[in-house]
């Protein structure tokens, strides 16, 4: 008897947490994180807003590398439009804020070009993780991320 209340129990906040998510499905989106650019594995999307730098940002890849189109990428911003974007080699900076280098080639295998540097468009913005292998604006095929690609504002939930 009692297993079967804790049972009903898990039911309810299940169906509970999943009707909440339903009701707020206009402003709020879910994603899984699969890499360890970032730590986090479930994320929630506040759609739509602003930006500033140090945001988490979930966007709509463009396709390409290994990531089809339309893919939910989570990433830093980094830089805002009017930043100037500076590269020495492989290495980038977003003003005096050290990003990353630029890698060759992917893990995947994939050769990757760096981004040219220069100063960030207005609707762009320069988004990166500290991860080494963070697939981001300091490359080619990313650049700098269109703000109509940009869902919204992303939170780690755990």
Known sequence: ?????????ICFAVGT?????????????YTI?????????????????SFTKGDLVAYRWQGGATYPPGAVFIKQVSGLPGDSV???GSTFWVG????????????????????NPGVIPPGSYFVSTPS???LDSRYAIS?????SAIIGRA???F
């Open 96 to 115: 005096d804020r050290y990003i990353g280098m630029a890698k060759p080639v992917s893990k995947a295998g994939i050769a990757l070009r760096p981004a």
């Open 143 to 147: 650049g700098n991320v269109s703000t």
């Open 155 to 157: 939170y780690a939930i």
């Open 17 to 29: 947490l999943a009707a909440l998510a339903w009701c707020f499905r206009a402003k709020l989106d």
């Open 86 to 88: 500076k590269r020495i």
């Open 132 to 134: 080494p292998d963070s």
């Open 1 to 9: 008897m009692k297993l079967k209340l804790v049972y009903l129990a």
């Open 33 to 49: 994180n699969m890499t360890t650019s970032l730590p986090g594995t479930l994320y929630v999307i506040h759609k739509g807003g």
